[in-house]
């Protein structure tokens, strides 16, 4: 399995993020820059990290969706390419339009960054299927900007279709999200953006490894 | 800037606030920061965003086209927000 992470002015998690998937794919992903118009063949995993794009201008995010690359993983997406948004990388998903809601300031307003647990809503998504539905995830999480919003028909029809793919499990919603909503999937399943950060949560050295199943699910290397 | 190109050249504001239903935790903040400093009754305070923009342009018409679609495509997240366009 083949993965990119895409690189863009002011995203700083990519070095964590190219250390996940290299530790847990067994090689390290090909980088792609912001102004890029193609994702190199044979990708089948795009990753945008967290960090804040052009210093979070406009909305988090904002800038950073209108660049040329966005177009390019459009279009792997629609051609079924798995993409992963982390954090700011969601935030950037929202924008871009690919997938649902907005994120916004956190309801207590202030920069959150401490470990969570997450709960699985679905585990049968390319993504989580390492895991099992229910089970709780110990993960961090670090933002200003992850109050998950979506208006009422939009709330009802994720809800309705199994998108919400991970939620703040009780007593640790950090930022205010509506329905603890920490992680959203597309109607299609291959595009994914979530607020906390697996990438930090892989190995002994920090501490735990409750990050590990959703790349080795998205990367296809489950262990049997 | 010359008299030819100030003829030529619209002023326009865009003004970009929550839709109404939106939590607005900034608003919230900046209504209780008022009550502390002694104004009462004030309520319902929602923050927004100004942008001032010039338009190398005469076409008022072409002018308001393009700001809504500026508006759309960066200006605002239509997803929560809603915007005016004024044209000076």
């Known amino acids: 399995m083949k993965s990119a992470v895409v690189q863009l002015p002011g995203l700083n998690r990519d070095r964590d993020m190219i250390a996940a998937l290299t530790k847990i794919g067994g090689k390290p992903p090909v980088t792609v820059w912001q102004t890029e118009t193609e994702i190199p063949a044979g990708v089948d995993l795009i990753v945008i990290p967290g960090g804040f794009s052009y210093g979070d201008y406009l909305r988090c995010g904002a800038i950073a969706a209108r660049m040329p690359v966005m177009q390019a993983i459009k279009a792997k997406a629609d051609a079924g390419v798995k993409v992963l948004g982390v954090c700011n990388g969601f935030q950037i998903l929202l924008e871009a339009g690919m997938l649902p809601g907005a994120l916004m300031r956190n309801a207590s307003l202030k920069f959150v960054c401490r470990e969570i647990r997450l709960e699985v809503a679905n585990a049968e998504t390319a993504f989580t299927s390492a895991y099992a539905k229910g089970q709780i995830l110990r993960c961090p999480v670090a933002h200003h900007d992850g109050n998950y919003f979506a208006d009422a028909d939009t709330m009802a029809k994720i809800e309705g279709n199994g998108q919400v793919v991970f939620r703040y499990a009780e007593g640790t919603n950090p930022n205010g999200s509506m329905n603890d909503i920490a992680g959203v999937i597309n109607e299609k399943g291959n595009v994914l953006g979530m607020m906390p950060h697996p990438e930090n949560l892989i190995e002994s050295a920090h501490g735990g490894s409750d990050g590990r199943g959703l790349f080795a699910s998205a990367l296809d290397v489950i262990a049997a | 800037m010359d008299a030819f190109e100030e003829e ?33 009754g004030v309520g319902h305070v929602r923050q927004g965003k100004v942008f001032d923009l010039e338009l190398q342009t005469a076409d008022k018409a072409k002018a308001e086209a393009e700001l809504k679609d500026m508006c759309e495509k960066l200006l605002a997240n239509t997803v929560i927000e809603n915007y005016t366009i004024a044209l000076a």
Request: aromatic letters at 4%.
């Open chain 2, 8 to 40: 030529h050249m619209i002023k326009a504001r865009v003004t970009v606030t929550l839709k109404n239903g939106v939590l607005d935790p900034q608003g919230k903040a900046i209504e209780g920061a008022l009550g502390s400093l002694g104004f009462d």
